[in-house]
């Protein structure tokens, strides 16, 4: 499921990593329609202490441990990369390539690549050729 966080960005650009956390998690989970504490259900957490545990987290009062990073990507059905990503262009890019399959991960990778090695003028005219073909 790829849903563009443009419309769940914080009103602020979050600067230090646990506050990119926070508003990556408050996005993902609006996104998906989770409550906190459905949220830490899914994370395996106890019901009772669910949503406190995801309150803290989005409030940046207590930090994300690795393992439950990657509880809480496998619990909101987002790669891990996602909660991490400094930008929305950034997180609009990993949801997008986390729906496709591997081979197409490969290929999707392959092509940026191709236009990040173009010189800026050709890599332009390439990206606005691709992007005339979603207008």
Do not use: N
């Amino acid at each position: 499921m790829h849903a563009c966080t443009a419309s769940v960005q914080p009103v602020t650009t979050p600067t230090t990593p646990r506050a990119i956390v926070a508003a990556r998690l408050r996005q993902a989970r609006i996104l998906r329609g989770f409550s906190q504490r459905e949220v830490g259900v899914r994370m395996g957490l106890d019901k009772d202490t669910a949503s406190a545990r995801i309150s803290r987290y989005e409030s940046e009062s207590m930090t994300v441990s690795l393992e439950a990073l990657f509880e809480l990507a496998q619990a909101l059905d987002v790669p891990p990369a996602y909660l991490l990503a400094t930008t929305p262009a950034m997180a609009d890019a990993i949801l997008a390539l986390g729906v496709q399959s591997e081979t197409q991960q490969a290929k999707l990778s392959q092509a940026l690549e191709g236009l990040a090695a173009l010189p800026p003028g050709k890599r332009k005219q390439a990206i606005d050729r691709l992007l005339a073909d979603f207008t």
